[in-house]
């Protein structure tokens, strides 16, 4: 079974500063992997996809990376703001069903 | 990718009622999956849904107390029977991105419907 575990829980930062969100998974037979923002009491919104054959993934400020034999996604984003406040979720994608398992997420405070 | 209309956002509902929870996608789907997202806690898959055949539920979710719908190939339901306060969560649907070409789109999500039990 598909185990998630994402690294901070937490962090907080001045707002410009550039940080690393790390993901870890136990089963490396993903289809690929997923980060997703979810805002307090709202649904996902998809910020990147990486496929099983990439090895990393970049929208705007934000870059991901994926070692998939290791079982390690890492999230990078540059220059944060305070908008980008929220709480980030790693989703690795795996099964017959190729579901969806998530980590518990890191809550992110940029502070201005 | 696909644009999901889920509704209602939000409810307050009495203990021992039910809440059906809808999900509306703009093109068609075959698997449709429903999560729970308990205060504080991350999403765990609920069951899921493919037109035509009974959704498969996971462990600690059963069809009586989560009873699912899926009529077509961009519509389904998720309804929580006889609520109790432990029902309080947010629920979530999503669908797996069409592919186009070498494109793939993940996966996306509808806005999520705030339940709270009283």
């Known amino acids: 079974k598909q185990e998630v575990t994402q690294i901070p829980a937490a962090l907080s930062v001045p707002e410009g500063e550039n940080l690393v969100l790390n993901c870890s998974f136990t089963?490396?037979?993903?289809?690929?992997l997923q980060w997703f923002r979810q805002d307090p009491g709202k649904g996902l919104t998809s910020l990147l996809l990486?496929?099983?054959?990439?090895r990393e993934q970049t929208s705007g400020r934000l870059n991901a990376s994926l070692d998939k034999s290791s079982g390690r996604s890492t999230l990078y984003i540059a220059a944060s703001q305070p908008g980008d406040s929220a709480t980030y979720l790693c989703?690795?994608?795996?099964?017959?069903?190729?579901?969806?398992?998530f980590g518990s997420g890191t809550q992110l405070t940029v502070l201005p | 990718s696909a644009v999901i209309s889920q509704k209602p956002s939000r409810d307050i509902c009495q203990r021992g009622t039910s809440l059906t929870i809808q999900c509306q996608v703009d093109?068609?789907?075959?698997?449709m999956f429903w999560y729970r997202q308990q205060p504080g806690q991350s999403l765990t898959l609920i069951a899921t849904?493919?037109?035509?055949?009974?959704?498969?539920?996971e462990s600690g979710f059963v069809i009586d107390k989560f009873p699912i719908s899926r009529p077509n190939l961009t519509f389904s339901t998720l309804t929580v029977s006889n609520m109790s306060p432990e029902d309080s969560s947010i629920y979530l649907c999503?669908?797996?991105?069409?592919?186009?070409?070498?494109?793939?789109?993940?996966?996306?999500f509808g806005s999520g419907t705030r339940l709270t039990v009283v």
């Open positions: 999503s669908v797996e991105g069409l592919r186009q070409g070498a494109t793939n789109y993940g996966y996306t």
């Open positions: 089963d490396s037979a993903i289809y690929n």
């Open positions: 990486i496929q099983s054959s990439q």
């Open positions: 989703a690795p994608q795996t099964g017959s069903a190729r579901q969806l398992t």
């Open positions: 093109s068609q789907v075959t698997m």
């Open positions: 849904a493919n037109q035509g055949s009974e959704a498969t539920y």
